[in-house]
């Protein structure tokens, strides 16, 4: 996705070049008023494309930022299936034991200690 910024820049040179080329080819041959105005329409395309480039990573930063909730919420829903396996997990390991202790007290029942 980041290799659009690549484009996105490419596209912002290709519309300000033909504007500034065409803008010093007038600008030669018009007066000190109409130089001026056309260098401030120049500066006004090079803050235009500066402005499109800024929306377009505006936007990927954006989708970066749903995608990234997007990938929170699929793993907080994994790390709650993980507890309450644990929790299952350690209810029976807690079973067990019980059971354990229990037969242990059998055997011991059969063979007193001494």
């Given at each position: 996705m980041r290799e659009g910024i690549g484009t996105g820049l490419?596209?912002?040179?290709?519309?300000?070049?033909?504007?500034?080329?065409?803008?010093?080819?007038?600008a030669q041959g018009a007066g000190p008023v109409d130089a001026a105005r056309q260098q401030k329409q120049r500066q006004a395309?090079?803050?235009?494309?500066?402005?499109q480039q800024a929306q377009y990573e505006a936007k990927l930063a954006e989708q970066d930022l749903l995608n990234a909730q997007e990938a929170h919420a699929?793993?907080?829903k994994q790390l709650d299936?993980?507890?309450k396996a644990?929790?299952?997990a350690q209810a029976k390991v807690a079973q067990a034991q019980k059971r354990y202790d229990a037969a242990l007290g059998?055997?011991?029942?059969?063979f007193p200690k001494k």
């Open positions: 490419m596209i912002a040179a290709l519309v300000t070049v033909p504007c500034t080329a065409a803008a010093q080819q007038i395309g090079a803050a235009y494309g500066e402005l699929a793993a907080q299936a993980a507890k644990l929790s299952a059998g055997v011991d029942q059969v």
